[in-house]
């Protein structure tokens, strides 16, 4: 059935309902591999901006690779460029180590075996690309517990992934 499970977890109630869920399966699948991942947005790839007349473009250089630069509008280059604010790396440091500890002591507890990955970029993105990359059949994850509202203008990580992942998906509540 399932062999490879991957659980997404952020500290909440909902990844830590996610988290015994996915060591509960793990125990009935024989031979699954389970892996704990949590993402920190914070310490991805700083993005620049570079100004163009009117509008700004996200850029990650101030240099453009050579096999774009010939759709790029003449004229443009590191004059109208903005930098990326700075990266508190110290404080991703702590919340990577505040994480690892958090799932590692939970598995501890419930004698589960697992593999704890930290993995930096943008939460939606970042998840899929992980669970395409590795062959990931299951992925666990917890309900946002968004209101109506919110859910409406933000969308929640659990629907876009069900909507964005080649794997199934279960949303834990």
Request: charged fraction near 20%; avoid cysteine.
């Given at each position: 059935m399932y062999k490879n499970?991957?659980?997404?977890?952020d500290g909440s109630e909902g990844?830590?309902?996610?988290?015994?869920?996915?060591?509960?399966?793990s125990k009935i699948l024989p031979?699954?591999?389970?892996?704990?991942?949590?993402v920190n947005e914070e310490a991805q790839e700083r993005t620049g901006?570079?100004?163009?007349?009117?509008?700004?473009?996200?850029?990650?250089?101030?240099?453009?690779?050579s096999s774009y630069a010939q759709f790029m509008?003449?004229?443009i280059g590191d004059d109208g460029y903005r930098p990326p604010q700075e990266v508190d790396t110290a404080r991703a440091s702590e919340y990577?180590?505040?994480?690892?500890?958090?799932?590692?002591?939970?598995?501890?507890?419930?004698?589960?075996?697992?593999?704890?990955?930290?993995?930096?970029?943008?939460v939606i993105k970042t998840?899929?690309?992980?669970?395409?990359?590795?062959?990931?059949?299951l992925l666990i994850v917890g309900n946002s517990g968004k209101s109506g509202l919110q859910k409406f203008f933000v969308g929640s990580i659990s629907s876009k992934l069900i909507?964005?992942?080649?794997?199934?998906?279960?949303?834990?509540?």
């Open positions: 499970i991957a659980i997404a977890y990844s830590r309902l996610a988290l015994d869920k996915g060591i509960e399966l031979g699954a591999k389970l892996t704990v991942i949590y901006y570079m100004d163009v007349g009117r509008a700004s473009a996200p850029v990650t250089s101030a240099n453009v690779d509008p003449q004229g990577s180590k505040h994480m690892h500890n958090s799932i590692q002591q939970q598995l501890d507890a419930k004698n589960a075996e697992a593999s704890v990955l930290a993995l930096e970029g943008p998840i899929i690309g992980f669970v395409d990359e590795q062959n990931i059949d909507k964005d992942s080649n794997s199934t998906v279960l949303v834990v509540k």
